[in-house]
């Protein structure tokens, strides 16, 4: 099975300020899954980190270079519950065709973890809960 993770914003912020824990640790195994993310997390990810650890926004940049971009279509019907805001990164990894989407947003992806069959055939956990799994 070709794995495909789509990585949340915090999952990118945790990766670029902490090299050594799990979110980095997806970066260092290309050949077992291909990374995405989008545009609209990128950013997010990039305001977040220039306001908490301004340090952190050069690894980011380097570890963005290992992604590919999922694109930002609005065409995808959102998902029903899910938060406004958290819309784009659920419509992003649909039109990236991944397998997974990865975040550490347990307030607003909660309900949804681990139920693809509520989120046309998605998984969303947590890296913890994906490394676990392989």
Not at 87 to 107: E, N, S, Y
Request: proline residues 7%; neutral net charge; glycine residues 6%.
């Amino acid at each position: 099975m070709d794995l495909r993770l789509f990585l949340d914003a915090n999952v990118l912020f945790t990766a670029a300020h902490r090299p050594q824990g799990k979110a980095a640790f997806l970066f260092h195994y290309p050949q077992r899954w291909t990374l995405l993310s989008s545009e609209y997390a990128l950013e997010e990810c990039r305001r977040n980190l220039a306001v908490k650890f301004p340090d952190a926004v050069g690894p980011m940049r380097k570890l963005a270079l290992q992604l590919d971009r999922a694109p930002q279509v609005f065409g995808v019907s959102p998902l029903a519950g899910l938060a406004g805001k958290d819309q784009p990164i659920f419509q992003a990894a649909v039109a990236g065709r991944c397998t997974h989407l990865l975040t550490g947003d347990l307030r607003d992806f909660g309900p949804f973890m681990n139920q693809p069959e509520q989120t046309r055939g998605l998984i969303i956990q947590t890296v913890a809960d994906f490394l676990a799994d392989c």
